[in-house]
């Protein structure tokens, strides 16, 4: 049975990842870890076993201490302060916890002599602005960060290159395209809309939605289809390499919000609130997935419409059980 | 009077800016910061005026408070674990004793809203092995980090970059080759040669001397044109500019042994020590120093026999006041 750490255990992406191995019968032994208390109910997974620490990833000793008693087979290294906008708030704490955290465990790893199989999380987010011509990204594009939350995952990156290269760690990387899906929290453009959406559906009002800018075009990339390809990478990719993880096609928010009122048939004016408008961000950034598809046999299945049913109905179910 | 914070104030770099500040009689106001004692006596300075603070820079609320109270017009931020070798050993102290201390300093001027105009010091360790062709090196070549210490460089650079394009800090950056001169430690190649050789002659032994890769070529630069070119750059400089500070000239280890030897007068085998030998080890490093001269008018003045000659008289001083 394979033993995986999973670090931001307590995250929706981690939750689908659980879904996934458990869907797919791998059984597994996991020992989750999170800074917050996660709200699996573990007697629900048949396939999987578990143990969960409360634990600070900034805190050296304790992550050695973790590394050392359990050894796993497979670092998924999913903690991070994950939100561009936060990092522009507070970019010390949004570089401790992304860069300074995973350097601890890479750096345990390297002085225990472990040969743990690591999956390093990027973010389109590296390559910042870049011409419409170079769209879809290929991994060969320079990098160019113009956040705070982006430096800190092209330091991440860096640090994997040398601890892979240098020091023989088994690391794959990735950056990861925009992730929609249930469970994410509103502090994300997507699932705030339509939580938003939700409300004003199940109240029956009418008016107007405060929204960033609307215009920006993503990858969105459904969640259930990016942890499939983190098993992929993580099991069989080959080490020191890097892949986009992303679905290959852009789309505008507003396009997004376009689809949201049709699916719940409500009639909504989009206003633009300038204060949710964050300096310098991306205009357009779309990935080419090719690398990944041809390698692994990868395909994204969750069309972006499936995906915003499922979040809506997600949302509702929360509603309805009084759970905002 | 202006006033400087300076980190890295018993560092060697600091005391020769403080030497150039001295001599060309800039009245300052310095508030020197390290984590280490310093050895300067402030009365033999008569154009400077001094305060000096134990600080760990990692230590954010203590770093905010100095800030707070100080305001300086200037910040030469010199502090760094600056060995290459060291980082390998330690990356994650490396890692947090350049790029951590850095941000911290530079949120905290962002946290105050203080106008105080920062000088970056990164490294020519930042461009990574390269080819002859691309030889000497321009600020546009990209940044291709393989040791930790290069990657704690190239990200505190892409924080000065964010924090100045977006936060609209004052910020210079450089790209600093090898430095030489009196006073620096032996943990590096250079002064630790002559160091050995100089007991070598001093007690009239013969033999062979233990040594990295002599084979390797840097582009040294003499301390003292380093920091005339930090005081031009930090009151002259276009903000948000990036430069490199070197000779323009590559000169291999070797050939410095040779020189050594000669002006030495001792016969001397140079064997390689393997265990000195550092992974991945860039080959050949020459910068271009156009920018730089043409910019500001700076061109370096001490030639390489002269900074041989006066590190070797520093050792020969040191050595007869029995400080080794």
Same sequence: chains 1, 2.
């Avoid at 999973?6 to 791998?26: A, D």
């Avoid at 469970?183 to 705030?192: E, G």
């Avoid at 990868?298 to 915003?308: G, K, N, T």
């Amino acid at each position: 049975m394979e033993k995986y750490l999973i670090t931001g255990f307590s995250g929706f992406v981690c939750r689908h990842f659980l879904e996934y191995l458990e869907k797919n019968e791998k059984k597994s032994y996991i020992l989750g870890l999170d800074i917050r208390d996660h709200e699996y109910k573990f007697e629900s997974f048949r396939f999987l076993t578990f143990e969960f620490l409360k634990v600070d990833l900034l805190d050296r000793i304790k992550v050695e201490d973790v590394l050392t008693k359990y050894k796993p087979d497979y670092l998924l290294h999913l903690a991070s302060f994950s939100s561009v906008a936060y990092s522009w708030k507070e970019p010390v704490f949004s570089f401790q916890n992304n860069t300074n955290i995973f350097l601890n465990l890479l750096d345990a790893i390297r002085k225990l002599g472990l040969s743990t199989r690591i999956l390093s999380i990027g973010s389109s987010e590296e390559y910042g602005n870049v011409d419409i011509k170079d769209l879809p990204l290929k991994e060969s594009h320079p990098l160019n960060p113009i956040s705070p939350y982006s430096v800190a995952r092209v330091s991440q990156e860096m640090l994997s290159r040398v601890y892979s290269k240098s020091y023989g760690l088994d690391i794959i990387m990735t950056r990861s395209f925009n992730h929609i899906g249930p469970y994410q929290t509103d502090a994300f453009a997507v699932p705030s809309i339509i939580k938003q959406l939700v409300l004003i559906k199940e109240k029956g009002l009418k008016g107007e939605l405060l929204t960033g800018d609307l215009e920006i075009v993503r990858d969105f990339t459904d969640v259930r289809d990016i942890v499939s390809a983190y098993y992929l990478l993580l099991t069989r990719a080959e080490s020191g390499s890097i892949y986009n993880v992303c679905s290959g096609k852009g789309i505008s928010l507003k396009q997004i919000a376009e689809k949201l009122c049709e699916i719940l048939d409500v009639d909504i004016t989009f206003k633009t609130d300038n204060s949710l408008i964050r300096p310098n961000d991306l205009k357009i950034i779309i990935g080419l997935n090719k690398k990944l598809c041809s390698d692994h046999k990868w395909e994204p299945v969750y069309s972006i419409e499936r995906s915003l049913n499922d979040i809506i109905d997600y949302f509702k179910s929360a509603y309805r059980g009084n759970k905002f």
